[in-house]
């Protein structure tokens, strides 16, 4: 048994974490059945752990993930490495090598940050997005033993020290509620330094900070001025330290990045730089003094993960003239990030380009859908007549084309690289079948998240939108959870949720919440601002799905006040237990809806109350869980008394629903909210409701993602492929008949007759459809959790073989390893290949068996109906007869 990988705080070799919250480790081994019987865990100062500062001794236990250390044992300082190392013991007595691993502290409490907020820019300058410059010289006259730089900022930064960028980090600090909850970086820049004189500087502009952000154009939604903090702490060899940290004294410079805007773009104009700005070489004299800016402190929070960074690079497919003769380039994928150019030009010349999606039906450029967002980036050549390769710094496009506007030679591909930049997540799942339509839906569900995982969850990433649409999260989050490791990424936008919860516990629109007190001009909003059912159960979803899959029962307990103050706030607005409230998105954008409507036929009183049932039975689940129990009783009895209401109000004497819609009929399935002996019933009208449109689905936001899983769990196994390979309008596989590289808003974004639905809200880059992945995983592949030992302790595989595939292979990387499950067919013969990892159990159930022909030392016995059998870790070849 080996320990393949430490992890803490769910990453690998931390920088800047403020406590140790969580130590898990991955064990691997070729033998079978392997659990953990003891561990030892050290952590010290030193590499070779000459001195240890804790010891766990050996510890008697099995948990191998959310390992805690006692705070009032171990007192972290600020600003230092620390190392860490495992051993275990298995149950059968082998031991593990130690595996070592590392960490770096962020600052352990805030009262140790001198630094200020410092600006070149006043409260006059509210409405331009320049980029500034600021800068100091520091000098360091001994030898540096290590070096550690504290840095963020209102607005987005980039941290200089002696002319490079410090690290590989992406428009920090990303997008928080600022004025709440603001994230800081911590970076090692021992290696920028030098002995003698050294300049650091920052690089600061508008961002989603003081920037234009949301439909409505306003601006300066936290503040009217950009500003940067940076604190550098320095150890010297002799054992004595220094900090260096931003104040008046620091100087600085507007540069030449004259505009800057998320939606809008950016314009470089290279006679206003500043040549070596951030060098001791700089010989521009003309140097502001900065100010201090007044802000508080308190709401500053090291950056846990999930950091923004450059993670794909792809070169354009070609570059053609269109119809109407502009000059575009085609990269072949609809993507969120920049596009690089190397370019050279005399003084004068520019390269311009605007961004954007998609071709219209006479394949010419197609901006209409981009509403008033311009992605139009600028750059003004200086007369260096140096080569030069730029990309935008302070904003970010959805594109999968450009046209060019200008360029001072003759375009080629090779003088451009489009770049996906997104939060960096682990990749933790993979699907793969012999069915090259669903491979390429698969491809489109994890662009879909790549394009919108960009600090914050968002709807879009083209559009003057780019939102934390929290329902668009909620429905996408445990796809999301399959494809990559969120857990960094979801807790922090939670932590955002939570903070911009109404007094009386609404739940805004969108995280950050930027719209509240803004959106009177809205024809949608006006009076309903926030609180809309399956939007607002982010707040609960969000949080049980982050337990189920990673097991840590931490994010209930910080999540719980906001969940619970969710859930009083729809008893608080109910009616004898009917919640409906204000504006409503219903089975938004549905295609029962109405001509033109965005809402769905489902009437919204059925669909919140289903929301409002099934988030109150999760949060008494997650009650009882942490072990408040009075929460759990009282929630178990509302969520009953709604249960109740609910099919006394939705449901006819027959035991059908009185709503007949396809998204009525998959809510009380899926939600669980009818009785057992109705439940055939309302699953033959979905099959009803499904063959009245000749088999398509006519569902929005709210069935779409449960639609598979309610035919499955019913005995539709057949029809929820059926429904998944359909690929005529409307269907998954229809938007890939289309060329579609991500998932669409709309089923109906590009009509069979070319035409589009209407470019006020039509996005080639939504995720929210892509929810079909859980099923994907969770069914074809047959990868989920049980609920009893959540993370994947105890998983179930269960795979449902069908859809006329030869074979599928998927995997799955959880806190304790990688699970695999595949499996291939031939004729009436099938065979299945399972791993589990280390250190947990598994439940094999094989619906699709009718005998085992190998079992491959397992023992499966016929538990309702399906042979099922029980085991621990290791690879498993199962042959069966179908
Ligand atoms: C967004 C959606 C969002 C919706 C709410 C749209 O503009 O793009 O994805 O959930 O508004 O109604």
Redesign the pocket.
Known sequence: MEISAIKINYQIEPIGIEKIENISWELVSSDRNVFQKAYELQISENEDFSEILFDSKKVLSEESAHIKIDESILKLKSCQKYFIRVRTESSDGKKSDWKNSSFVTALVSLDELMANFISIESENDNNDSKGSHLRKEIVMNKEIKSAYALSSALGIYYLFINGKKVGIDELTPGWTSYNKHLLYQIYDVKDYLQTGKNVIGGMVGAGWYKGKMG?LGFKNHYGKRTAFICQLAVEYTDGTKEIFVTDNTWTGAFGPIIFSEIYDGEIYDANLEIKNWCETSCEYNSWNKTELVDFDKSVLKAQSGSKIRKITEIKPKKIFKTPEGDTVIDFGQNMTGWIEFNARGKKGDCVEFSCFEILDANGNVYLDNLRSAKQKIKYIFNDSGEDVIYHPYFTFQGFQYAKIISYPEEPKKEMFTAFAVHSDMEVTGEFECSNPDINQLQHNILWGMKGNFLDVPT??PQRD?R?G????AQIFCRTAAFNMDIYTFFSKWLRDLKEDQTAEGGVP?VVPDILIGKSEKDR?MQDGEHS?AA?ADAAVICPWTLYLVYGDKDIIYKQYDSMKAWIDFMQKHSNNNIWNYKLQ?GD?VALDAEEGS?FGATPNDLTCTAFYAYSTGLFAKMAEIIGNLEDAKKYKKLYTEIVETYQKTFFKEDGHLNVQTQTAQILTLYFDLVKAENRAKVAEDLIKLLEKENNHLVTG?VGTPYFCHALSQNGYIKEAYDLLLKDDFPSWLYQIRQGATTVW?HWDGLRPDGTMWSPD?N?FN?Y?YGAVGDWMYRVIAGIDCSEKEVGYKHSIISPRLGGGFDFVKSSFKSVYGRIVSEWKVGGNKAEILIEIPCNTKSTIRIPDAKKIIDADGLKFEEENGVLSAETGSGIYKIKFEM
Do not use: P
């Open positions: 439909f709807d879009c939108e939102l649409w929290t329902g668009d629109h949608l809309a939007w998105f938004w965005y936001f808003e809200m996005s939504h929210a």
